[in-house]
């Protein structure tokens, strides 16, 4: 299965990159970065999806707190936005490639000429060597950052980009070890492999999102689940473990697997 991935798209979740402090993690960036090019060096093309624009602006500018205000969090997330760019820019630099900038909102998935360039951008972008680094457009985005539309931490937006770009792999990075059973005397197990989305598997999750994040496990099994459809496999796993990616494409057993439907 994973042995014959060509294709990848790797979401890195908020709480991923950016320390409890608020101050975004450069260690963990950089040992990611250096699994991402190492993916690439295999012959394998790799697109990212980066969170933490919001939570690294409120690093830089001081905020104690995530703030509700839209303004507040569209400043956040533009002067967040350029700091992370930086960052990818210089560490994949170090690394011998070159980096993308795309930012997309829920409404150009709903505009064919848009969305073609999009797809257009990306697959350019790939077969020179590119690394797309694709976010949300926080700076502009209304429903997407606040309101129920969220795309939960960019989880839906990277099932949209797996779709566009025909990935066959996705790769969820969170900070948990993958989903979680809990079994009656208390105590928790991991599930290694999920084979479709239903409400037995979405009553698996619990809890919630982080205040840096508008996403949980609920959101990444509903993004699995729609990419399952377009029949293209997505790990679940936790991206604070160092070379995680590493494992995932040498197919060691980390994480949740939920296979591609039919499979």
Known sequence: ???????????????????????????????????????????????????????????????????????????????????????????????????????????????????????????????????????????????????????GDNDFLASLVVKLIRADLMVLLTTVDGLREHLPDGRTRRVRYVETINEKALGLVKGGASPLSKGGMQSKLKAAGNVAEAGCMTVIANGRETGVLTQIMAGTDVGTVVLASGV
């Not at 014959?4 to 990611?32: A, C, H, N, Y």
């Not at 507040?72 to 700091?83: E, I, P, S, T, Y």
């Not at 490639?97 to 505009?111: E, P, R």
């Open 1 to 151: 299965m994973i042995a014959d991935v060509r294709r990848v798209v790797v979401k890195i979740g908020s709480r991923v990159l950016i320390q409890k402090t608020g101050r975004p993690d450069v260690r963990r960036i950089r040992e990611l970065v250096a699994d991402l090019a190492r993916i690439r060096r295999s012959g394998r093309e790799v697109a990212v999806v980066t969170s933490g624009a919001i939570g690294a602006g409120m690093e830089a500018l001081g905020m104690k707190e995530r703030p509700t205000a839209l303004p507040d969090l569209q400043m956040a997330a533009a002067v967040g936005q350029c700091r992370l760019m930086s960052r990818y820019a210089e560490l994949f630099g170090k690394q011998g490639f070159k980096v993308g900038q795309i930012l997309l909102t829920h409404s150009d998935f709903q505009h064919k000429i848009r969305l073609t360039n999009a797809r257009r951008t990306m697959e350019t972008l790939m077969r020179n060597r590119v690394i797309p680094i694709i976010n949300e457009n926080d700076a502009v985005a209304d429903e997407e950052i606040r309101a129920d539309l969220a795309l």
